[in-house]
Every structure is written in C-alpha cells, then in structure tokens.
C-alpha cells in the first residue's frame, strides 16, 4: 500500500496533506516532531487489513504546506486536526499519537470537544517538563539557528533524528526522514516549528487529564532519550485506569526501532495484558 499523504485539506494556517488505507472502523494516526507520516509507513498498511486508517502531515511538515510567517503552534496544529475530523466525517475514531501528536490529540479531546472512542500515547508530549533542551535552546536562540549554513543546519537535524532512534535507522529511511528539512526551505520549517513548540500549550489541559473520558493506552520505549521513562510514568498516574506499555530496546522513534512489538500492542485489546 502507498503510504503517502496525497490528499489536500485547506485551513487558515495552511494546506494539510492527509491519506487514507483500508476500511472498516476508523483509526487516525498523529506523527510528531522531526516526523512526518512517513514514520507510520509500516504501522498503517498493517492497521488498514481491519480498518479505515487516517494518516496526516502536521502544519508545517513532511509534504504539507510550509510558509514564511506561518502558525504551526499546537494550538494551530489542534485546530488543523479537528477540522480535518470534521472533513473526514469521523465522530468517534480510534486515535493513536506520537510525541507532539499526543499533545495535539490530548488538547482537541480536552479542550475542542473532539470525541475519540479510545486513545493510545506513544512516547507522546503531554505532562511535565517537557520543553527543554533544544526546544528552549532554539526557542531563546531562534534568530541565530535560523542563520546557520545549510551544511550546518542538516548535520544538526540528522544528528537531532538519529538521537530520537535507540537502533538506527537504514541509509535511505534517515535520508526521508530529513528530506522535508534539506535547503533553505527546510531550514527555515525546521526551526519555525521548534520555534512555536510551548510547554504552556500541554499545562494547559495537564490538570484535565484525570478526567479523560476514554480507555486510554501508554506505550513507552525503554530507551527514550527525547522523553525519558519517567515521562511515561508520570502521564500514566496523572491518568485514572490508564495502561503502560513498555517497549524494550525502544527509543523515541518506536516506528522504527521495534515496528512489530508496536503493532502488536496496537492491535490488543484493551484491557488485555496490561503492564
């Protein structure tokens, strides 16, 4: 199956490119940050055998639209995201997000009224100090990343992928992942969106999160170094009922390091097997 976003959904904040696999009960999947949906390009053929799978490019991301002055904060992202749950007709889907699609997907459940029939976080940005490192670096520093060389700017964003994989990744797959930041273009996207990543966008439902009102699933990688264990540990205590998966020799990019195991928890039932 072709896993490319090749369809286009107009928003204020830009053109979303999204696609769809399969039929049967829908599932929308989020990518986050430095992904795009080529990161579920294994998970969501799989996915579509049972069910009607929704994949999209965040604002700002992979082949969506990217332009100077653009918003491509999470609250954009959020509206983004509803409004595309709107155009597709789904009113009560299986969602399943990945680091700041977690964040996106937590703030439409608790803040936009968007109604999910259950909800599983891998690796997701949602509770406590996440805003550190080189999101603060290049949120205090934005105008001097923005004026780095191209060659200088590509060595960091390989090397800010690579971090984000316990097992590496095969030459061509790190070649696709850092495509849509190459060049100047890319440059300027790159550090645009890390630019707009705010803490305050998660404390701002983090006190909500006891009350979600569905079956809610955690999946964590033991080797997160974007998100260490004890991310996931604390979003699953601030979560009543809440499952914790872990996922061994996993780092943050768990799409890539153990696809299989992931799926395998994805396709679970809930309440099965809990951790």
Excluded: K
Excluded at 62 to 71: A, I, P, T, V, Y
Excluded at 188 to 209: I, K, N, P, V, W
Excluded at 227 to 254: K, M, T, Y
């Amino acid at each position: 199956m072709n896993v490319r976003p090749t369809r286009t959904f107009e928003t204020p904040d830009g053109a979303v490119r999204w696609g769809v696999l399969g039929e049967g009960d829908p599932v929308v999947l989020l990518h986050g940050t430095p992904f795009s949906s080529f990161i579920w390009r294994e998970i969501a053929p799989a996915l579509a055998r049972d069910h009607r799978v929704h994949f999209f490019d965040l604002l700002g991301y992979g082949r969506s639209e990217r332009r100077d002055g653009q918003d491509v904060g999470l609250e954009a992202q959020t509206r983004a995201f509803t409004g595309l749950l709107d155009h597709w007709g789904l009113e009560r889907p299986r969602v399943i997000a990945h680091d700041i699609g977690g964040a996106v997907a937590l703030r439409a459940l608790l803040l936009e009224g968007a109604r999910y029939a259950d909800l599983t976080l891998v690796d997701a940005v949602a509770c406590g100090d996440w805003g550190t490192g080189l999101f603060r670096l290049v949120r205090e520093n934005a105008r001097v990343f923005e004026q780095l060389p191209v060659y200088a700017h590509e060595a960091l964003a390989e090397s800010h992928l690579r971090y984000a994989s316990h097992s590496g990744y095969r030459p061509d797959v790190l070649a696709a992942h850092l495509d849509p930041w190459r060049g100047e273009a890319g440059r300027a996207a790159y550090y645009r969106q890390y630019g707009q990543l705010e803490q305050a966008a998660t404390d701002e439902f983090q006190h909500l999160l006891g009350a979600i009102p569905v079956p809610t699933r955690i999946i964590w990688g033991r080797e997160d170094r974007f998100l260490p264990p004890p991310f996931g540990e604390q979003l699953h205590a601030l979560i009543p009922g809440s499952e914790l998966h872990w996922v061994e020799d996993a780092g943050h990019a768990i799409q890539e390091d153990a696809p299989a195991q992931l799926l395998a928890l994805l396709t679970r039932e809930f309440g099965a097997g809990r951790e």
